[in-house]
């Protein structure tokens, strides 16, 4: 969820998912490292490892402070997004110079296969979390089940202290897999919800002209080929809107059977406007003549009747068309009939 105080009009997109992000990596962060720098301690005073050096604490307390003081930084209202991008910058520098310290006064030295071992599970462990889509829970069960043998392994073969720290690394790897599967899995669903259009799911990109993007879509009910047209962002003031509506007004009134089908119309909660026409698969007179070359007359003179036709019921209701040319002239099949002509994108109709 987003944090409250993120959603103020200063606030972009990319600002809020950042600020939002970084308290995520933070926190999980600080939680890491204080829970690593509470079991060194109680190592240290059970006896079973010497005291971190005043460099290693140091160093944590650095971590603790840097992560927490982040935290509470992005929990607060919106901030400047170059200040979130400089901290994001700062945070992962702070973390690679103060990652050379810790290691040589608290964490025990291990031997180079189990080093390997722990280093091969932890790189499994974030692949699948960045490259599987899978939720939290899942997640978490798959990455435990992947990390059991080697917890064995180890508890069953080293010293108590180093038996503790790799199951310390692997619990660590486990939460950050978790998390991080948990944020990738949330961000495909939110796309799989940002391309539902009412009862449209945009399925592929089609093709783009000056007013709008067409995709294909697939309607939840009918399971008909649609093809769906948005209105482009940049062209949403109320001039655009009105002229995107005016055009699906006009060519859902015309009824001529070479003239594309209009399903529907209508305008998402964030004020996208679409409109739902019947999905064409075919060529289009510019990609027909780009592949074959000139076409023969009685095949030219076809087509041509059909485009006349249905440009003839246009101007019957005073429409003109105003952009008939070869790429909006599509030829597809209809009910086993083929070179069957439909014009398309009225975009620049005038009454």
Not at 38 to 46: E, F, H, I, N, Q
Not at 161 to 173: G, Q
Not at 232 to 250: N, S
Not at 288 to 296: N, S, T, W
């Amino acid at each position: 969820a987003t944090p409250a105080g993120l959603t103020g009009p200063s606030a972009s997109a990319d600002g809020r998912l950042l600020q939002e992000r970084l308290r995520l990596f933070s926190g999980i962060a600080f939680l890491i490292s204080a829970v690593f720098n509470g079991v060194g301690r109680v190592l240290a005073w059970l006896g079973r490892e010497n005291p971190p050096t005043l460099a290693a604490q140091v160093a944590l307390l650095a971590i603790l402070v840097l992560m927490g003081g982040t935290w509470l930084y992005c929990r607060g209202g919106a901030r400047p997004e170059r200040a979130l991008r400089a901290l994001d910058v700062l945070l992962m520098l702070v973390m690679g110079v103060l990652a050379l310290v810790v290691p040589s006064g608290s964490i025990p030295e291990a031997d180079l296969r189990g080093m390997v071992m722990l280093l091969a599970v932890n790189l499994a462990l974030y692949t699948r979390a960045i490259f599987v889509p899978s939720a939290a829970r899942r997640t978490l069960a798959v990455s435990a089940i992947a990390a059991l043998p080697l917890a064995v392994y180890s508890l069953s073969n080293e010293t108590v202290r180093l038996s503790v720290w790799k199951v310390m690394w692997l619990l660590a790897a486990i939460t950050v897999a978790t998390a991080g599967s948990a944020v990738i899995y949330g961000l495909r669903r939110d796309v799989r919800h940002a391309r539902q259009l009412g009862q449209y799911t945009l399925e592929e990109k089609l093709g783009e002209g000056g007013m709008g993007v067409v995709y294909r879509a697939r309607h939840a009910m009918l399971r008909r080929p649609t093809a769906v047209k948005l209105l482009k962002p940049e062209r949403m003031g109320e001039a655009g809107l009105r002229r995107f509506e005016r055009e699906v007004q006009l060519t859902a009134g015309l009824s001529h059977p070479n003239t594309v089908t209009v399903f529907d119309y209508g305008r998402t909660p964030d004020g996208v406007f679409y409109y739902a026409m019947e999905y064409l698969e075919g060529l289009g007179l510019d990609q027909l003549v780009a592949a074959d070359g000139p076409q023969p007359p009685a095949r030219v003179a076809h087509v041509l009747r059909q485009v006349l036709e249905a440009l003839a019921e246009a101007h019957g209701v005073g429409l003109v068309h105003r952009d008939v040319k070869p790429a909006n002239v599509i030829l597809c099949e209809r009910g086993g009939v083929s070179d069957v002509a439909k014009v398309v994108d009225f975009g620049l109709v005038k009454d």
